[in-house]
């Protein structure tokens, strides 16, 4: 059974810094480029950044640069270092697959950047 726990999410002001992780269990992780997406209110979910198994990063346009996504392949578990936060990056983070699974979306947590 698939399970993605995501967490570290907070309150934090303009231009500081987060980071997210995310607990895979079951197979999902093991076998599939991984990544992170966020949904802020009244939009889609996003696409972020993502990873491939053997470490190869991939980042939307607006995270380039100050987003850093790793994976520990050994402790199933993929990370998000969110640095120079900006308020249009306020949303709730999910970890998945990528491509996504619907299957497998977790509870996310919230991401605040706000004075």
């Known amino acids: 059974q698939v399970q993605l726990v995501e967490s570290g999410g907070g309150l934090v002001q303009p231009g500081g810094s987060l980071r997210l992780s995310c607990a895979a269990s079951?197979?999902?992780?093991?076998?599939?480029?991984m990544a992170w997406y966020r949904q802020a209110p009244g939009n889609w979910r996003e696409f972020v950044a993502r990873?491939?198994?053997?470490?190869?990063?991939t980042y939307a346009d607006s995270v380039k640069g100050r987003f850093t996504i790793s994976r520990d392949n050994a402790k199933n578990t993929l990370a998000l270092q969110m640095n120079s936060l900006k308020p249009e990056d306020t949303a709730v983070y999910y970890c998945?697959?990528?491509?996504?699974?619907?299957?497998?979306w977790g509870q996310g947590t919230q991401v605040t950047v706000s004075s």
């Open positions: 079951g197979s999902i992780f093991r076998f599939n480029a």
């Open positions: 990873i491939t198994v053997d470490g190869s990063p």
């Open positions: 998945n697959s990528w491509p996504m699974n619907s299957r497998y």
